[in-house]
């Protein structure tokens, strides 16, 4: 029809394919309104990559060919644009990709702030790159940014999954000292790895320890605690802690309690774990078939056993 089409009307197009999630096709539209001599808009190219980044269907791949496409286009992204693509990759499981956006930030002349590195390194430790994650951590100190609790806790993670629990602790000792306090999170990843490490002496402690700081436990913070407790066969004090758990409503994997009364009837302590049973069952709880069949199998010879308290069962038995 011989009718130029304004640049107002490619507005509207894009607009409406990043509504529909068809960046793809919002991106072409692009290339056309440039080739038709229009001059590139920086707040279309901010809205193409905000909605390619909220699309739940779209994998990383295809992200960074729109993001380079952008770019040879001529988009310079700004702070939030570097933001939305980082944390799009890094949800996707892409650490180092995110990283390497990050760098391409740097280069640009835009300094990355503390939710960028936070995020980065949270993306190169769920990739396993370690060898990353001292060298960033050190790099945002050296460029004056300020870690928060968040990065600390990321940071700690890292170390806590490569087995450097100490160090993780000496990490937690400097925050306090910077005024940065360790939350319940700071606190679940050292007990966890604490307890993986067979360090459960030292993760009672630091489960005391928040107490008096005025951390508040949640139902993570019991759950490793118990697994464990557990875990090492120490079932007094398992039956202690999940009685505490039972007071504030908070209740077990079904797995653990499982493995509770089975350890429980095994070392013949038959009523107990009836009494123990009927208390979470009480509160709504399902055992699951491992325990009802450790009862069951446990129940003719349990009548005969005298009742004993949960402390007794922190004896030499």
């Known amino acids: 029809m011989n009718i130029r089409v304004e640049g107002s009307t490619f507005r509207v197009l894009i607009k409406a394919l990043c509504r529909i999630k068809r960046v793809d096709y919002a991106v072409k539209i692009m290339s056309c309104m440039m080739e038709d001599g229009y001059g590139l808009d920086e707040k279309i190219c901010s809205l193409i990559i905000s909605s390619l980044c909220e699309q739940k269907d779209l994998t990383s791949v295809e992200a960074l060919v729109v993001w380079r496409d952008m770019r040879r286009l001529g988009f310079c992204p700004g702070v939030m644009d570097y933001t939305n693509m980082i944390r799009f990759l890094v949800k996707e499981g892409r650490g180092m990709a995110a990283l390497d956006i990050m760098n391409q930030q740097k280069e640009d002349g835009i300094k990355p702030d503390v939710v960028c590195y936070t995020m980065v390194l949270s993306g190169i430790v769920a990739e396993g790159e370690y060898g990353k994650l001292e060298e ?5 100190l050296v460029i004056g940014l300020v870690p928060d609790v968040y990065t600390y806790n990321v940071y700690v993670n890292g170390l806590c999954k490569q087995n450097n629990v100490d160090e993780a602790l000496k990490i937690v000792s400097s925050m306090e000292e910077l005024g940065c306090k360790p939350n319940v999170v700071t606190y679940n990843t050292l007990l966890g790895a604490l307890c993986v490490a067979g360090g459960l002496g030292k993760a009672k402690g630091l489960m005391k320890e928040m107490g008096w700081k005025g951390v508040g436990l949640n139902l993570h913070t019991y759950r490793i605690l118990l697994d464990g407790l557990v875990g090492k066969g120490e079932i007094g004090e398992a039956c202690l802690l999940l009685e505490e758990m039972l007071e504030k409503c908070l209740f077990p994997r079904a797995s653990t309690f499982d493995n509770i009364i089975f350890q429980m009837c095994q070392k013949g302590l038959i009523a107990e774990a009836m009494e123990l049973t009927q208390k979470i069952v009480a509160k709504s709880f399902v055992p699951g078939a491992r325990a ?11 009548i005969g056993y005298s009742e004993t308290t949960f402390s007794a069962l922190l004896g030499p038995n």
Request: aromatic letters at 12%; hydrophobic letters at 45%.
């Open 292 to 302: 009802w069949e450790s009862l069951l199998l446990n129940s003719g010879s349990g």
């Open 136 to 140: 960033l951590f050190d790099e945002m």
